[in-house]
């Protein structure tokens, strides 16, 4: 191939695939397999490592891979990014339709036509296209100057690099600004902060904060692990296009290949907005994003100017909220609790309450600063709320209500569980006896016992606390040379609970790599970074003789997180509790190169129960054999494996058409019947 030849391949090769792109991220219907997606890609990168004078900007492989940055740069708005006026009652949004009408001289009974849209709790962002090509992007900022987060954005698969030409006429517009909400949808939120949570470390309060935390991060790697999305809801400054209406400049954006919101619609006039408020709040539990509210705006673009701007909000659009899910309840007493890493947490319990039916006792204050910085302090009444549908939260304390003498809350010197000296790094108190302070040994035990870690089934909270205070478990080798005698000499304890606990811890010794890699705790190494870690280095002997290049390597893996793993192999004592372990028959197999599965490329998803696996094991055997379990259902997915009552998954699968396979079906494919 001479060098035009290779410019015209690498040419169909980009199209091609920003193609393919756009039909997975954007539409969610793949044309072709993840396989030949693949093959494609290599095919480019191949062709641009040989002639990388042809390597642009919107190439696929321009995605990820830029260097970290020392500090954003800034970009100002040549519009600026104005920001809403609120509304949270029924009368609150008819007055704004009543003021709209007044300003515009028009008669009360007269119907304004609007745009309703969902309002995203993300983060406001504008992306630059000149001649069609991604050219620039930032965030909000002060509506006026916002932070370069290009290569960040970059990171987003359902933001496009290039554009379709439009209409297939005159091509994409020469220059335009286009605005949307950042995200992140909440099962990714989810998983984050139980990832953070598991390596001690403060997970997002709400899925907007890990959304900004994610997209403003000065290294684009860290941005593209976590699976951010877009909403586009308006265009700013755009040469050679016009439109008549906000709906029109919508179908526009989506028709060049950007995300538009798919409940976006047009309303005849203030009743139906307040119609489609009401539907749009049901759906929201059922979506996989945060809604706060709705926008409606001014359809017509001809009155939106007419209506004009007041200082920083514009008079022709309105955020007509949701009730938040909050409600108030009294604090009975802040207690201190010890993690596995040693961190000290301040916990908030709490006189029951039901917000939006949830029952909460208990709202975590993270740390010191933010119980500070809410003065919250035993006997307070405060405003609790859920975010993200999962963590509840103190939001803040009415202090009129204050009890006299209530006093500020302090963090303990010494810790509460072994005396041990607290030490403060950053904004988190640690105890520093390490494993000798019974609540870090408990909490390093409990976790390598989880289910999702060795899974042993019966060693619960008082099981650990039990065999800790009795000295029977020092570190967690110890549970693999239980003898039934001491356990037996135990409160509690009758020969069959012993016998089901010592099955259990036997039954362990045969789990994954990748769950004993996560059972240890290190520091950093989550579920999703222990599959990666069992996959690259294949075996725990690799792993803990991994020097920090080679982790620095696998893509995904920062320094932080490498130099942790390097430590704690490098630490003595946790050689000897992997020794002990390994003496004791634990067998962990190696594993295969994800290629060799017979299901490699696969998307499994599971709904309803199996008579012969739990859902985890169920997961992990098709992993093993190179498929992937997801859990949100769509068009991707090659098998649904519906058990006994399988639910609104399993209808949704027969709309889509997809395979649908039962239990039997499924142990034949996996070879075990
Ligand atoms: S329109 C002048 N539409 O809400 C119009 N904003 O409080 C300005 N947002 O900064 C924005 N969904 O981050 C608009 N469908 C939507 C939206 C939306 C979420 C956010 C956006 C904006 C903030 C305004």
Redesign the pocket.
């Given at each position: 191939m001479d060098e035009k030849e290779a410019k015209a391949e690498i040419e169909r090769l980009k199209k091609e695939i920003n193609y393919h792109n756009y039909r997975y991220y954007v539409l969610d219907s793949p044309a072709i397999t993840d396989a030949e997606y693949d093959r494609l890609m290599r095919q480019l990168e191949a062709l641009e490592v040989k002639y990388p004078q042809f390597i642009t900007p919107d190439s696929p492989t321009q995605r990820i891979g830029a260097a970290p940055l020392a500090a954003f740069g800034t970009i100002t708005h040549t519009m600026p990014?104005?920001?809403?006026n609120?509304a949270f009652t029924v009368e609150e949004a008819q007055e704004f339709d009543s003021r709209v009408k007044r300003t515009l001289k028009l008669s009360p009974d007269e119907k304004i036509e609007y745009a309703a849209?969902?309002?995203?709790?993300?983060?406001?962002v504008e992306l630059v296209y000149e001649d069609g090509i991604f050219i620039k992007g930032s965030t909000?900022g002060d509506g006026y100057v916002g932070e370069d987060v290009t290569q960040n954005l970059r990171t987003i698969k359902t933001i496009p690099l290039s554009l379709h030409p439009h209409g297939g006429k005159a091509g994409p517009p020469k220059y335009i600004e286009i605005?949307?909400?950042v995200f992140l949808p909440l099962e990714s939120f989810r998983k984050i902060n139980r990832e953070k949570e598991a390596k001690g470390e403060l997970p997002f309060a709400n899925p907007r904060n890990a959304a900004a935390g994610s997209l403003r991060q000065l290294n684009p790697k860290i941005t593209a692990s976590r699976p951010l999305d877009i909403?586009c809801?308006?265009v700013g400054t755009a040469e050679g296009v016009t439109f008549k209406t906000h709906y029109q400049s919508l179908q526009f954006i989506k028709d060049l290949g950007l995300k538009v919101?798919p409940f976006?619609k047009v309303a005849a006039g203030i009743d139906e907005v307040l119609e489609y408020h009401r539907e749009m709040e049901e759906k929201r539990e059922k979506l996989n994003y945060e809604l706060?509210g709705?926008?409606i705006?001014v359809n017509d673009l001809g009155l939106q100017n007419r209506l004009g701007?007041l200082t920083r909000?514009?008079r022709?659009?309105l955020?007509y909220k949701f009730a938040p899910k909050q409600e108030s309840t009294r604090v009975k007493n802040i207690f201190v609790g010890v993690g596995r890493t040693g961190a000290l947490t301040p916990v908030a319990f709490l006189e029951p309450v039901n917000v939006g039916g949830v029952t909460i006792e208990r709202a975590t204050l993270h740390n010191l600063d933010e119980v500070e910085r809410k003065d919250v302090r035993v006997g307070d009444s405060v405003i609790v709320q859920r975010a993200g549908d999962v963590i509840p939260e103190i939001v803040s304390v009415l202090t009129d209500k204050r009890p006299p003498h209530a006093k500020p809350f302090r963090m303990p010197e010494r810790c509460p569980e072994c005396d041990s000296a607290v030490e403060r790094i950053g904004a988190i108190h640690f105890c520093t006896g390490g494993l000798l302070c019974p609540a870090q040994l408990k909490e390093s035990i409990r976790h390598f016992a989880s289910k999702r870690a060795m899974d042993i089934e019966g060693l619960g909270e008082m099981h650990v606390e039990q065999l800790v205070n009795e000295g029977l478990v020092k570190d967690v080798a110890d549970l693999y040379y239980l003898k039934k005698d001491d356990l037996l000499t135990l409160a509690r304890w009758g020969e069959k609970s012993v016998d089901n606990l010592l099955n259990a811890i036997d039954v362990s010794k045969k789990r994954t790599l990748e769950r004993f890699i996560y059972a240890l705790g290190i520091n950093g190494v989550g579920e999703h970074m222990a599959r990666i870690l069992a996959e690259r280095f294949g075996s725990i002997d690799n792993l803990m003789q991994a020097s920090m290049e080679e982790l620095l390597n696998v893509y995904e893996i920062g320094p932080g997180t490498a130099e942790s793993i390097v430590d704690f192999f490098k630490e003595a004592h946790n050689r000897q509790v992997i020794e002990k372990i390994k003496k004791a028959g634990v067998n962990i197999p190696e594993k295969k190169a994800k290629e060799e599965g017979r299901l490699t490329g696969k998307k499994f998803i599971f709904t309803g129960a199996l008579e012969s696996f739990t859902r985890d094991e169920a997961q992990e055997l098709v992993e093993s054999e190179g498929a992937e379990a997801v859990s949100a259902i769509s068009r991707k997915i090659d098998y649904v494996v519906a058990g006994a009552e399988a639910g609104s998954k399993l209808d949704k699968a027969r709309k889509l058409g997809l395979k649908i396979i039962d239990e039997q079906e499924f142990k034949k494919l996996i070879g075990r019947p």
């Open positions: 990014m104005l920001s809403l609120n849209e969902p309002k995203m709790d993300g983060l406001a909000r605005r949307g909400e909403f809801y308006g919101n976006v706060d709705v926008v705006k701007v909000s514009p022709w659009a955020a």
